[in-house]
């Protein structure tokens, strides 16, 4: 073996400490005294045979233990593990692990041929059965003993398949009343997270229903929970005592979708408003599912696009599962009633990350009318836009053009020049005014939608015109115009007094304004 060199401590004949070189080596080894009982608690280890180890032997039968598990087998795992923890090292050195920056908790995209029972699913023909206390629930994996026993939350029936190929899961749900197919996800999650789903459906029948969410699982077993409070409908199938997700199918209509959801037992399931999928479902469409304590949140999109995602999501907040319990994810397949032909389900990929580790909540601009907590944002690919504000409310639309696109001009005559310019909610833009005279006139703006009655109106505005100048408006009126609630009305007089009635020349003053 290759020479080893250290620096040992120990004691010297004066019974003095010192510290010194070693080698060790085939022609110098290092006494070793094996005590009985050692190994780490399987008792001594010992050197297969009394031979020595060749050098560089990775093989288990080098050293052997009582207790079956070898050393070097031992330490070949600890070695694996350390791979799995970093997957790479990136050229600067550092040591990179395989998940992206979102903390996925599950992924499957339906790689292979078949469904992976082993360490993903547990795929239940006929939904989850009666649970007997004491008794190996069979149908999932881990087959746990529950100490409690619950009816029945599946009906029992089945009819159903399913292939993957592609990765895709297809599902053909038949046409068998009441069939029902459970895709039980083997790992458990916490109330708050965030589901994602790829499918498609071959077409609309309101017999067919699908949930996709999370149901609430006993603490010890992770065994579904029957909610007592919900009867059993018409196929003998229950309900769970905390659920939330999607429910999409259940309608002839096609493309619809309606958050759902189930609170500490309740004996009711809240249903909120219905949204629309893009192009109906026919196609591939992703579903985002946001699972909160205050509300579950569902949206949709075109599968592969980057246009917009539909402008109708569905959001309940009536009752939301209880987030300090635990649960497992649920693809629920079921005929609630006898369809008339087979709808085939196409799953392309589903995805649950965790919401606690990826959610920014803004707490303020939650739908907050209070000015201090308001949100600014930006409006993005609009080329031009009207508004108009009606009740303290601001509407934004298109505009082919960009800037007003109503003017007006007038010269004075000799009177005081009441005029209407607008009659109905207005923005002044910009203008000009020009006084021809030798002395100063007064150009007043009223909110008002017809022509003022000068000396009895009061004015919004006053603007002294000093003789023989120019005067730009859009000093007064800035980038973002001035609004006129009522309609823009304006005169001209000879004094500065909200009741003067004193007439102007004709010819003493210029007038343009841009409006919209």
């Not at 790829?198 to 699908?210: G, H, K, P, T, Y």
């Not at 006898?338 to 196409?346: I, N, R, W």
Request: charge should be negative.
């Amino acid at each position: 073996m290759s020479a080893i060199q250290f620096n040992a401590t120990g004691t010297n004949a004066s019974g003095k400490t010192t510290t010194a070189p070693r080698e060790v080596s085939s022609a110098n080894p290092l006494p070793v005294t094996v005590v009985s009982g050692g190994g780490g608690g399987e008792g001594a280890v010992t050197l297969a045979d009394g031979a020595d180890v060749t050098q560089g032997s990775q093989g288990d039968s080098a050293y052997g233990g009582s207790g079956g598990a070898s050393v070097v087998s031992l330490l070949k795992g600890l070695y694996a593990k350390l791979l799995a923890a970093a997957a790479y090292v990136s050229p600067n050195g550092k040591a990179i692990t395989t998940h992206t920056t979102l903390d996925s908790l599950l992924s499957d995209d339906f790689g292979g041929t078949a469904v992976n029972t082993s360490t993903t699913w547990d795929v239940i023909n006929g939904g989850l059965p009666a649970i007997v206390s004491g008794a190996a629930v069979s149908v999932m994996a881990a087959a746990p003993v529950p100490a409690f026993s619950q009816a029945r939350i599946g009906s029992g029936i089945t009819g159903m398949t399913d292939s993957v190929s592609a990765s895709t899961l297809t599902v053909t749900m038949g046409t068998t009343l009441g069939a029902e197919r459970w895709y039980l996800s083997q790992k458990v999650f916490a109330g708050k997270e965030d589901i994602f789903i790829i499918l498609s459906r071959s077409q609309a029948l309101a017999q067919n229903d699908l949930f996709i969410g999370l149901v609430e699982v006993d603490p010890v077993t992770f065994i579904p929970l029957l909610n007592p409070n919900i009867a059993a409908d018409g196929n003998g199938a229950g309900e769970f005592t905390n659920r939330g997700g999607v429910q999409v199918l259940a309608t002839a209509t096609a493309g619809l979708f309606t958050a759902q959801a189930i609170g500490d037992s309740s004996s009711g399931i809240a249903s909120g408003n219905a949204g629309t999928s893009i192009t109906g479902m026919n196609t591939a469409q992703e579903y985002l599912i946001e699972i909160d304590s205050r509300d579950i949140i569902v949206s949709n999109a075109n599968a592969d696009s980057v246009s917009a995602k539909a402008a109708t999501a569905s959001r309940v907040s009536t009752q939301c599962p209880n987030d300090t319990r635990l649960y497992k994810l649920l693809l629920r397949f079921r005929n609630t009633g006898t369809p008339g032909s087979s709808t085939t389900v196409a799953v392309n990929r589903i995805l649950v990350v965790d919401n606690y580790e990826q959610r920014v909540q803004i707490s303020t601009a939650e739908g907050d009318q209070i000015g201090s907590k308001a949100l600014g944002v930006n409006v993005v690919n609009t080329p031009g836009v009207n508004a108009n504000v009606t009740g303290g409310n601001l509407a934004l639309s298109p505009n082919a053009g960009i800037g007003p696109t109503a003017m007006h001009k007038l010269t004075s005559a000799a009177t005081t020049n009441a005029t209407s310019v607008k009659t109905s909610n207005a923005n002044l833009c910009a203008g000009s005014l020009r006084n021809r005279a030798a002395s100063e006139r007064y150009f007043k703006f009223y909110n008002k939608a017809s022509a003022p009655t000068v000396g009895t109106d009061i004015p919004v505005l006053t603007i002294g015109l000093p003789p023989a100048s120019s005067m730009m408006l859009a000093d007064f009126t800035g980038a973002a115009g001035i609004r006129f609630g009522n309609g823009i009305a304006y005169a001209i007089t000879g004094a500065y007094a909200d009741s003067d009635t004193t007439a102007v020349a004709a010819g003493d003053v210029d007038v343009n304004l841009v409006y919209n």
